[in-house]
């Protein structure tokens, strides 16, 4: 588990990359002369970027050694974060901002494939925590002292934290990351394949589902917090914590879970289920929110550790495609869910109201997912069933 460290520590710098620029949108702008609003175009430059390269690289490279391509998708990322720190414009800001979103794709998804393998079945579902617990920590420590560290000198001075962070990793990836086993080869035609797979789409699809419910309701907390309990914004700061503390915790409990009971199925239904009802409940509770925020940053940053659980065990032959459409999934549904609350928001809806939208679409995660379970679950035990009448149905597939 040592050598799954090493890739946690660059999960934590994607983590910390991938959020701190909304927080700085307004002093980027200030200092490239243009207005929030086109600076804000970084970030989609930067999430599109990570949502294409993902499945797109995984698949065409899927010969070359996993080793070189997270080291390789790594030293991209950190040059990509170097030029933003130097960009001069805002062309050239977008364009590294690109750079760097291609690479964290790449890496997010080769590297939760190669913890995965690393560790070994038995311990697989404590490897991709770790992976995701360096995510959700570099999010909630990681952003907060970025935004502190460009208040007190510059903006840039925290990309070039990020890009030190990034260096530290490709380091000791490049020293200390032994060869990682290679998947099986994949035909171009099973490549594409996956992203009409009916496996595979489903177990997706939840994950951008509740990605749109959880993360884009998350970017309008403040307004939500000030709306329904009279939180200031000054005042908003513990509520932030408490949701992302959350995350950590949700994050890093949940492998462990996952190998004890192997009932990987069930365990997304809990998630979820918990997910819809802590959403739903902040209106209710106003500036007493602080234990539903707990609750929800838990279940919200848990909930990828099972699904990218699921995707291997469901196609394993071709398990790094697989989790780089849910990687994908994952940063389309938020920004996809931050621009829904931004539009609704806009056409006259309540902050107060925009959990209960957000909750509705968990739920519509949740349909999804208990119907495409129970239809693969009824199908394959059919298919299974041997004369005595026992299931065969994989170990992950039991609820």
Known sequence: MRKVWLLMVGSFTLGLDAYVMAGLLPVVAKDLGTTVSLAGQMVTVFTLAYAVSAPLVAGLLSGVRPRTLIVAALAVFTLGNALTALAPGLAVLLVSRAVAGAGAGVYSALSTAAAASLAGQERRGRALALVMGGMSSGTVLGVPLGVLLADHTTWRATMWLVTALGAVALVGLAVGLPEVPAGPAVPVRARLGALADRKVLPVVGVSFLGAVASLGLYTYLAPVLDSSGGVSESAVAPYLWAWGIGGVLGSVLAGPLVDRTGRVVALVTGIVVTLVVSIGALPLLGAAAFPVLVVWGAAGWAFQVPQQHRLLAL?????????????????????????????ALAAGLAPRDLPWAAAAVAAAGLVLHLVTTRTRRTLAGSRCRDAAGVSTLGPYEHS
């Open 315 to 343: 196609r394993a032959e071709r398990g790094t495609v697989a989790l780089a459409l849910n990687n994908s999934a994952l940063y389309l549904g938020s920004a996809v869910g931050s621009a829904l609350a931004g539009l």
